[in-house]
């Protein structure tokens, strides 16, 4: 079952624009983890926020999280052809005996050079 | 290169065969965890090991069996294959498999069946 659901499904930009997408999730969690997915190929880990933090950059990626609303954001900016890929959000839910990460459904982002 | 290596890339058979994917993980990390990616079920969490013993089971069909060996590389074993059991077949691993740990992932085995 998905904990987080990406929105929007898919997004289409320029080359130079800044990209966000949104994670929602239902139960209460330890952390949330962005990864990106290019076409074909394994997840790559690119940013992980603990419950206890609202925001968090690397380089040009900053997420938010805001676990009074069980949200999340992922911006990307100054967007490259390069950041064309499929990003998922997955949270470790808290409480739970292990640590395995749900997966959304993912946000599939173009950027067109 | 994540350093997670997963073999083979491909693999084509039939329904009711039984196939074996294998994952060897970065150097250094303990933990193992198989995902299964299709399309309509997005990516699914089927099982984690941790130092040879299982820590958790997530959807992991009972035709589904997964080990670690002592050298930390991982089988997933899938038999009496089904057609809707066509999907990627991820690996990843970890540290310790601690929550706060990021996964790093193969790339996958893609199992179709015919």
């Known amino acids: 079952s998905q904990q987080g659901e990406e929105d929007p499904q898919a997004l289409s930009i320029q080359e130079g624009e800044n990209a966000t997408m949104n994670c929602s999730y239902k139960t209460s969690i330890n952390n949330l983890q962005w990864y990106r997915q290019n076409s074909g190929r394994g997840l790559v880990h690119l940013i992980l926020i603990r419950s206890n933090e609202r925001e968090k950059h690397s380089g040009r990626l900053r997420v938010t999280l805001d676990t009074s609303k069980k949200s999340s954001s992922l911006l990307i900016t100054a967007s490259r052809a390069a950041d064309t890929a499929s990003y998922f959000c997955?949270?470790?839910?808290?409480?739970?005996?292990?640590?395995?990460?749900?997966f959304g459904k993912g946000t599939k982002l173009s950027v067109i050079p | 290169d994540s350093g997670v290596t997963q073999t083979p890339k491909h693999l084509i058979t039939a329904t009711g065969q039984r196939v074996t994917l294998r994952c060897s993980p970065r150097?250094?990390?303990?933990?193992v965890y198989w995902y299964q990616q299709s399309l309509d079920q997005g990516l699914q969490f089927l099982i984690q090991?941790?130092?040879?013993?299982?820590?958790a089971k997530g959807n992991i069909l009972e035709r589904f069996s997964a080990q670690q060996f002592p050298d930390l590389h991982s089988e997933l074993n899938l038999s009496s294959l089904e057609l809707g059991d066509s999907a990627l077949y991820f690996c990843?691993?970890?540290?310790?498999?601690?929550?706060?740990?990021?996964?790093?992932f193969g790339d996958g085995t893609r199992l179709s069946i015919l």
């Open positions: 990843a691993s970890s540290v310790t498999g601690g929550f706060n740990q990021p996964q790093h």
């Open positions: 090991y941790y130092n040879g013993e299982e820590r």
């Open positions: 997955a949270t470790v839910m808290s409480g739970a005996g292990s640590y395995q990460l749900t």
């Open positions: 150097s250094g990390d303990l933990s």
